[in-house]
């Protein structure tokens, strides 16, 4: 009999860490492994943020801080809200987090109780569901497909609300698809959570400025919605900092207040030294950040072209973030040698196996049909990569 709690022995593990282990292990046997698989921009931290940081470490920053954040850090990411968003968080509706992540699982263990719903739009971030399993929760996902852009509809919203859902989470733009909902979109879901007057919304706004078509628009802002929204962001995929960890979070006073109690019980404050550094990111020179946009969509573009010469897959143009998330349906059934692909899972081991390269599996994100590819890596590598995809896929027969 284990020792371990069932929480534990039940809790899935990410699926995109597992592939970015396996593709560390190959490469440690020698193999020569192209990886795609984590979503982390391969640029360097600004050097103004990297400076600020400096800055801190030699004014002496290395003593506790609040729970929720330093005053002046939590007043800098107000201002944000307020002329990058359109959103009036005063400094104490806002939380300093270890990661967006963490903004997150915070407001879901204080928000779900035992055998409430949540609902996961699908393709979700691999993340939602195991928090939800966490707080004792209920995850209800919505399927989408390439065919709608991976959006889901107000009418499938309403279809899958209960007396029992209490949260919907989703991300736009969105992990795994570059998903970006549109402001009508957005009021369309909006005017059906207004239907419901204890149903609330987590909008993980973390790739808010990787969006190559629209202008970002948050969910918070539709009129009716303040009171109703948790807006999440953080500085790892717009400033490259995905090493700092730092999210946070924008809420109703009482939820924003429940989740300073909450991290105040298992890891206090983020970073002393990364919160000064967060003032200079979002109030300082943004060239870099808005170069490291342009990069992104110069990559989309280079992969949109690049998958279309490869029978079989079916994909979206992404709108946002830094992924494709490709149907691979057409090759299930298909061998090469011995190996028989059945599904996505069986797909992702015969191309790190047979063609080097790493991708995720899409049942880690609620889509047993897809593959999930990150272009957050160099020209050169993002074009191997893809090569030896399209040969390792055309051996199958």
């Not at 078509?213 to 009716?224: D, E, K």
């Not at 950040?289 to 990559?299: D, I, V, Y």
Request: charged share 20%; net charge negative.
């Amino acid at each position: 009999m284990s020792a371990l709690a069932n929480r534990i022995l039940s809790l899935d593990e990410s699926a995109t860490i597992k592939m970015a282990q396996l593709s560390r292990e190959l490469k440690s046997q020698g193999r020569d492994i192209v990886d795609l698989s984590l979503g982390e921009p391969d640029f360097d931290t600004p050097e103004n943020i990297r400076n600020a940081a400096k800055a801190a470490i030699d004014a002496g920053y290395s003593h506790y801080t609040p729970v929720a954040g330093y005053l002046d850090v939590r007043e800098a990411i107000s201002y944000k809200f307020k002329t990058e968003n359109g959103l009036h968080y005063s400094p104490q509706q806002i939380v300093v987090s270890n990661g967006a992540k963490q903004s997150i699982i915070n407001t879901v263990l204080c928000l779900v109780n035992p055998g409430e719903e949540v609902i996961l739009p699908a393709p979700y971030w691999v993340s939602y569901k195991a928090m939800v399993d966490l707080a004792q929760g209920t995850a209800v996902a919505i399927k989408s497909s390439v065919k709608t852009d991976f959006k889901i509809s107000p009418e499938q919203l309403r279809a899958a609300i209960t007396p029992k859902t209490k949260l919907i989470i989703f991300s736009s733009p969105c992990n795994p698809t570059g998903t970006v909902y549109s402001k009508a979109e957005l009021e369309g879901l909006a005017k059906v959570v207004l239907e419901f007057p204890d149903l609330y919304v987590v909008s993980d706004e973390i790739y808010e400025h990787i969006n190559f078509n629209n202008r970002h628009v948050s969910m918070a802002t539709i009129p009716g919605m303040e009171d109703r929204v948790i807006t999440i962001n953080g500085l790892s995929k717009a400033y490259a900092m995905t090493g700092w960890r730092l999210g946070y979070l924008g809420a109703p006073l009482d939820i924003a207040k429940a989740c300073d109690k909450m991290q105040g019980q298992y890891t206090s404050a983020a970073s002393s030294i990364t919160q000064r550094a967060v003032i200079e990111a979002l109030t300082g020179d943004q060239s870099a950040r808005k170069e490291m946009q342009e990069a992104f969509l110069k990559r989309r573009n280079i992969v949109y072209d690049l998958l279309k010469e490869i029978k079989g897959l079916q994909f979206n143009l992404p709108e946002g973030a830094f992924y494709f998330f490709p149907d691979v349906q057409y090759f299930f059934g298909k061998r090469f040698g011995d190996t028989v692909i059945q599904n996505a899972d069986d797909l992702c081991m015969y191309l790190i196996q047979e063609g080097g390269v790493s991708v995720v599996t899409g049942t880690a994100f609620g889509d047993d049909n897809c593959i999930r590819l990150s272009y957050a890596a160099a020209e050169a590598t993002i074009r191997e990569a893809i090569a030896r995809m399209k040969k390792a896929l055309e051996q199958l027969v």
